[in-house]
């Protein structure tokens, strides 16, 4: 069974960092590039960042560019994003998902996209 789950998130004021987590079980990174999505209240949903751990590709909103990175540990099958210099703006719900495609031109999202359960991240002013 394909399960994704995400941890990390939490009340942070501006300019602090938080370190996401999305721990991947039923598949490997090298089967599927994952994607971390974000929605605010009221919004619509966004992807913030991708990456392909198979050929290491990544792609970003420009909204995270300079402020966020990506990572993946496939020995613990796990894709982390570290957020730092964070704003009231980043404020939503992040999810991880599997999508089929991430590189550094762009990504694709698909209709059988695996995604987490989500987490909360506040950044208050």
């Known amino acids: 069974e394909v399960q994704l789950v995400e941890s990390g998130g939490g009340l942070v004021q501006a300019g602090g960092s938080l370190r996401l987590s999305c721990a991947a079980s039923g598949f490997t990174l090298d089967d599927y590039a994952i994607g971390w999505f974000r929605q605010a209240p009221g919004k619509e949903r966004e992807m913030v960042f991708c990456?392909?751990?198979?050929?290491?590709?990544?792609y970003s909103a420009d909204s995270a560019k300079g402020r966020f990175t990506i990572s993946s540990d496939n020995a613990k099958n796990t894709v982390y994003l570290q957020m730092n210099s964070l704003k009231p703006e980043d404020t939503a719900v992040y999810y991880c998902?599997?999508?089929?495609?991430?590189?550094?031109?762009?990504?694709?999202?698909?209709?059988?996209?695996?995604w987490g359960q989500g987490t909360q991240v506040t950044v208050s002013s």
């Open positions: 990456i392909n751990s198979s050929d290491g590709g990544t």
């Open positions: 998902a599997t999508i089929p495609h991430c590189a550094s031109y762009g990504y694709m999202t698909g209709q059988d996209d695996y």
